[in-house]
């Protein structure tokens, strides 16, 4: 009876196992194409040893194969190879195409999960192909620039549940995106244009094992401590709640906001519509509208983001350690991540070696970063501010370290010294402070105002 009762177990113990691996099915068979087509470029696509191998081209765009089926929840598992270190590959979720694009060749645009062998090593990173660019550079996430192994196969999991995508790499996790864009969309495998470049021609990318679950799907907790990009307007994750970050803005109300040097929040000035809260225009002028706003409650060390959007020619800024105590005229004394439209205001151009550009210690130290990382002028840009305990400061642009520095130390004093900040003693050194939205008199939209107390 007892062997009767242990076999029953055992039987159940499997089918349960068997169950379970039934959910994941997969998408290459190891022998054919069939359920894919290639779209976009030129570079070719066959079947070897059970792999999918992609081969580089040169003279030909971004090269994609792509699934004739579009998926919406998925958790996918695959294998890739990259050959070489000095290009790139992805693997395309949810995604779509334009057929006119690309002179009618086809463009291919949506989330990519990132294969990076190059210097960067921003594999398992997330980025939004032919549209809104970087969503999670691994400047977000440094610990897991490692976990690439060159000229191997290494195994990348995807979990696309609701609006989450989340990302391991050889088991390890990666990219934490909400987004509220493209619910459903293919699958597509990237072979990276190489343009006329000789030294990546011919060299191959190997995809194999390729499996997806779309049914019995359970969202993985990833561990604390991962940086996460939500991109839904003033709203925060069970999981960042859980991280202790809270929103400085609620996308509703002037709730938890004053003006600087005022006892209630701007009567004009400011308006809040739509889950924005934005800056007035009034011809450019520095705090002669409604003013600075700032928040009532002080901050100490912290990590903060937000997002902005900037129209043509505007000019801002988001102060930290802002403590109202210089009772000064025009723009209330801080710390200062500079919101500018570099083209076209004149700001950029003064300071030294363009100390007053976006994303810059303003007037104090100029920010390092690329054109590519940018968006235009009038869609949404993300800002990430961190202070350390120990003083330790960090600018963040879409998600890139742009620049880097500590409060109080002797390189930050000299660079004090030359500023035009120099006459206010300890400036930029307060052990806490306000932040503030800046009024210059142009329209800055701002939105997604989020604080984790560190």
Known sequence: MLKIKIYCILALSLIGLSTFAQKAKPLFDGKTLAGWKAVAGAAPYKVE???????????????????????????????????????????????????????????????????????????????????RLWLYPLELNPSAKSLYKKNEFNHYKIECIGNETKTWVNGTPVAYVIDTLDQSGFIGLQVHGIGNELGNDGKKVYFKNINIQTEGLKSKTFPKGIYTVNLTPNSLSAYEKSEGYKLLFD?????????????????????????????????????????????????????MSFEFKLTPGANSGVKYFVTLSENNSGSAIGLEYQVLDDVLHPDAKLGRDGNRTLASLYDLMTAKKEPRYLRPIGTWNNARLIVYPNNKVEHYLNGVKVLEYVRGSEEFKKLVAISKYKDWKNFGEAPKGHILLQDHGNKVDFRTIKIKTL
């Not at 938890?256 to 006892?263: E, L, N, P």
């Not at 809040?272 to 705090?287: C, F, L, Q, T, Y």
């Not at 002669?288 to 100490?300: L, P, R, S």
């Open 251 to 303: 996308g509703k109300s002037n709730a938890g906001w004053i003006g600087a040097y005022k006892t209630a929040f701007p009567a004009k000035g400011w308006k809040i519509a739509d889950g924005i809260i934005s800056v007035e225009p009034s011809g450019g002028a520095e705090s002669t509208n409604g003013g600075d706003i700032v928040t009532k409650e002080e901050f100490a060390a912290f990590d």
């Open 49 to 131: 040893d059970g792999a999918i191998v992609g081969t580089m081209t040169k003279g030909t765009p971004n090269s994609f194969l792509i699934t004739e089926k579009e998926y919406g929840d998925f958790v996918l598992e695959l294998d890739v190879k990259l050959e070489g270190e000095t290009t790139n590959s992805g693997i395309q979720t949810r995604s779509h195409i334009k057929p006119e694009g690309n002179n009618g060749k086809g463009l291919v645009f949506g989330r990519q999960i990132e294969i990076d062998p190059t210097a960067r090593a921003w594999t398992g990173g997330v980025y939004d192909e032919a549209r």
